[in-house]
């Protein structure tokens, strides 16, 4: 019985360093999903912030624009139409404002 669990020690090593690094890939995974996760909640909470403040502005007809939010990137997208330039230049001044530290892609379009 004796050689026997000396002949199974060196297979027990192997199984507890497999599972322990397993546990460590684990552990970096979790924290590499929590991460992505924030990065998600913070993007979403700045396009939340950009159309809230793009809707209660009565400069803007809100209505069609779309705004995507990339936190990993920094950067806020604009997409959709408005009716003039001028809606188009206050949308992104209105964005740089609610987004502050994001690059604004403003690829909204005019159709009157």
Do not use: F, W
Not at 3 to 9: C, E, Q, T
Not at 58 to 86: F, H, M, P, Y
Not at 94 to 109: E, S, V
């Amino acid at each position: 019985m004796r050689d026997l669990r000396i002949a199974l020690l060196p297979t027990a090593v192997v199984m507890v360093t497999l599972l322990a690094g397993g546990c460590a890939n684990t552990a970096k995974g979790v924290k590499t999903d929590a991460e992505k996760n924030t990065e998600k909640v913070v993007a979403g909470a700045e396009t939340v912030d950009v159309k809230s403040a793009l809707i209660a502005d009565g400069r803007v007809d809100a209505s069609n624009i779309n705004v995507d939010t990339s936190a990993s990137t920094k950067t806020v997208v604009l997409k959709g139409t408005v009716k003039t330039a001028e809606q188009k230049a206050i949308a992104e001044k209105i964005a740089q404002q609610h987004a502050k530290g994001y690059t604004i892609n403003n690829t909204l379009t005019v159709a009157p």
